[in-house]
């Protein structure tokens, strides 16, 4: 199974962070040229800058292409491949686990935000170390999944037409067939630091510091109106608890991850 890591070429300290992580855990890392801005092509950004619920942030439309160019390496890769963003905290399980993902899905969610999700409420598969079930509508967070060759090619048909933050774009605007893994195999750094936890490096989000979307820019219509319709989907969902849905968190082993950290990127 192919891992990559999407890092900024001035990122040098998180390229550090993953590359001590890779060797820790006994997994070969392959490192992705994250997109920037200036990247883009010319009018990119304005051709996707009002395809969501706000406006998105050249920043927002650049990560998102970064993705989009591994689910493109995905689609030649019968296993499919797994993505992380360079923030990511791996569980000394991520290696065995990865190499033993069942096929059937388009997208399988390793990571753990710290949000409740929507899960199928029938039992899914279960493996000694980990376990696999069906979600039916995720949250946030984009940095650790595998995509399968049939998810990928669903991603980058969805990609001509729109855009949205990444983890918005994987886990609301497209309708994936997703399932999440158990205990979840990663954290980004920032969330396991506001839990009390020691990464072993700073980091900031810089893709939220600033947003173009102002409060006056949210008040367009036509983010009302799309708003509004993801809180009716939503509603829906809430309705379905009733029967074959369940709101709960992402199952965490708080141990073994306060058991390997901090991160020691000086023995990379």
Same mark, same amino acid.
């Given at each position: ?96 686990? $990865?190499?033993? &993902? ?27 170390? %980990?376990?696999?079930?069906? $979600? ?21 048909? &969805? ?10 774009? &994987? ?25 009390? %936890? ?26 009302? $109106? ?18 074959? $849905? ?14 390997? &950290? ?7």
């Amino acid at each position: 199974m192919d891992v990559f890591f999407i890092n900024l070429d001035r990122a040098a300290d998180r390229r550090a962070f993953m590359e001590a992580q890779g060797k820790a855990r006994g997994v070969r890392l392959q490192r992705l040229r994250a997109t920037e801005p200036k990247d883009l092509a010319p009018g990119e950004y304005e051709r996707f800058a009002d395809a969501w619920e706000r406006k998105l942030t050249p920043n927002e439309i650049a990560l998102l292409r970064s993705h989009a160019a591994l689910w493109r390496m995905a689609l030649d890769r019968p296993g499919g491949l797994v993505v992380l963003e360079d923030d990511a905290v791996l569980s000394p399980r991520f290696a065995g686990v $990865v190499q033993r &993902l069942p096929q059937g899905y388009d997208l399988i969610n390793l990571e753990d935000f710290g949000r409740a999700k929507f899960f199928a409420r029938r039992p899914g598969e279960v493996q000694a170390d %980990f376990s696999i079930t069906r $979600v039916i509508r995720d949250k946030t967070g984009s940095a650790a999944y595998h995509v399968s060759p049939a998810g990928a090619a669903k991603l980058l048909t &969805l990609m001509e037409t729109t855009a949205a933050p990444s983890d918005a774009f &994987l886990f609301a605007v497209a309708r994936l067939n997703m399932a999440q893994v158990e205990p979840a195999l990663a954290r980004q750094a920032h969330i396991l630091t506001e839990r009390g %936890f020691d990464p072993g490096i700073t980091i900031a989000t810089s893709i939220c510091k600033e947003r173009i979307g102002a409060p006056k820019e949210r008040k367009r219509p036509i983010f009302r $109106v799309r708003r509004v319709a993801t809180q009716f989907r939503l509603a829906g969902l809430h309705l379905r608890r009733l029967f074959d $849905v369940v709101l709960r968190p992402v199952a965490f082993d708080d141990d073994e991850f306060r058991a390997i &950290l901090p991160i020691r990127i000086d023995q990379a």
